[in-house]
């Protein structure tokens, strides 16, 4: 037995990840328990059509056939994933709610999310272990330690690391004044530059995956309050990006060498998820509109 009493609580647009929330036996607190489906890679192939797939046909029209497919037992593995004890935020995040379109002017910014964000800056331990070394080392692929110009490239949790067509990767930057692309200015692009291009490398090197095949991009609002930066393959659906959410780098780069006040003058529209405490504090302000 697992340990684990949890029930079902819904799963990603592409149906790749259940989303169940528990409790685990003897410890305090709520768990979140991710189900995904591992990638199919050559080798599952070669099981599947071999002897010990056990084949029944569901249906036949014409040249098309439809069957039942009961594979090796194997092949059916699940990467799964605990989170213990998922704080709300956490919860929130998987829990399928409706989401609601925000215009962002410099004004709402500077006196409604800036304020929140500078609140909601003491869950980040887990990325001051990774920044440190303390956790993940065997995912981390590259690393630059700058108090100022430093980041951590990693593999992102979603990634098995196996299959490349999945690749998800992450770049963190060490500077813990940076929470997002409102704070960038002309000033950071030797950073960005060094760091796109030194990532871009390194996963190519590790790889073997060009940039040609790779998404690079910020998302806004981010998921936490510490700038990073997603690469992602042209094939994983996952790490697509999404209108009202991801901004590419190179676009960013761009914005602020043209104004070095871009994202200070910007209005930023983008999605958010009811019941995110972000969402709580603009509905206060009057800010989201449901009707």
Known sequence: SSGINAEYGGQSDDGRVVFTLGEIKGKEGPAVVL?????INEEKVREFLSPKSELKLKLQNDIFYVFHLNPPAWTNSLKTTVIHPATEKIINKFTQKPCYLVEESPEIYNTVTRPYILDH????QWVDNLLSGKSEADRVILRKHDPTQGYVLTADLKWDMSSTENLYC?????????????DLNQSH???LRELRDSC??????KFKVPKSLLRVYFHYQPAYYRLHIHFAHMRYAVGAPVI????SLLDVMQNIGLDNDYYKKATLCYYIKDGHALSETLDKHGL????
């Open 244 to 247: 009202g959410k991801s901004v």
């Open 35 to 39: 189900f995904e489906v591992n990638s």
């Open 288 to 291: 989201i509109v449901r009707d």
């Open 170 to 182: 992450l770049a963190i930057v060490e500077d813990k004044e940076l929470y997002s692309i409102r």
């Open 121 to 124: 800056l003491t869950d980040m």
């Open 200 to 205: 871009l490398d390194a996963i190519k090197e």
């Open 189 to 191: 692009l030797p950073m």
